[in-house]
């Protein structure tokens, strides 16, 4: 665990970010979408539920619009506002056929070089166990980034076929193989994850700022052990 991160490549202009609730980015990933954003690239994101059954205390109805909002700001914060949101149900997302297509409609739509997701495997390293939304959507998407560019695969899903995606990198995953420095950036990150301020109030008795702060500065130093000391963003990388 002590071997050194690769720098993620560069050379690309468009990047997809496909997750499963509002918040998902915002955990650590959005310093790194800040650096590329600040570097000229372009991002958009797509939610594949609005988050609707993340707050215990309030009840779906007002919670999905709710979340959808702070989405967005939270977006905003790091240069992105291109945020789609494609309504499945949130904690139940079904890994399938139905969910590739979605995923590779959104993939032809947008045309990313890079899509990035969220942590796929089982766990979130030892014995975390991951959620199934995660799980299901960061499989669903490695598989949508092929379904994308074959014609038969999905025919009348999205505009034309589009096999230009080079890399998938899976965001918080425990077996990081590449890693984005943030020094610049992860203040920007903070701010994106106190967007998201309903959900972390009723999360945390923490004052939310400190709650932001401390959490992304943890998880950027410690990735920083393996990037030559600096505050870092990690990733799984997958190139086709
Ligand atoms: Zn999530």
């Known amino acids: 665990m002590t071997d050194a991160l690769e720098p993620m490549p560069t050379d690309w202009q468009r990047a997809l970010a496909v997750v499963a609730h509002p918040d998902d980015l915002e955990y650590g990933c959005a310093s790194a979408i800040a650096a590329w954003t600040d570097a000229g690239k372009e991002v958009a994101y797509v939610l594949v539920t609005r988050g609707e059954a993340g707050i215990d205390t309030l009840d779906p109805a007002k919670a999905g619009p709710l979340r959808e909002r702070e989405q967005r700001a939270s977006a905003a914060v790091v240069g992105v506002t291109r945020v789609e949101f ?36 089982d766990t979130w390293g030892g014995t975390m166990w991951n959620t199934p939304d995660h799980r299901a959507v960061g499989r669903a998407t490695l598989d949508a980034a092929s379904d994308a560019g074959n014609r038969w695969i999905f025919p009348d899903a999205g505009p034309e076929p589009w096999n230009g995606v080079r890399w998938v990198a899976v965001a918080a995953s425990p077996y990081p193989t590449h890693a984005v420095d943030v020094s610049a950036t992860l203040e920007r990150g903070v701010r994106s994850l106190l967007e998201h301020r309903s959900y972390i109030e009723a999360l945390t008795e923490e004052e939310p700022e400190a709650y932001c702060r401390g959490f992304l500065e943890g998880i950027a130093e410690r990735a920083g052990e393996r990037f030559g000391g600096r505050p870092a963003v990690t990733f799984e990388l997958f190139a086709r």
């Open 86 to 121: 494609l309504g499945h149900p949130d904690g139940v997302i079904e890994y399938g056929p139905a969910l590739r297509r979605d995923l590779a409609a959104a993939i032809r739509r947008h045309r990313p070089e890079l899509v990035v997701t969220i942590n796929h495997h």
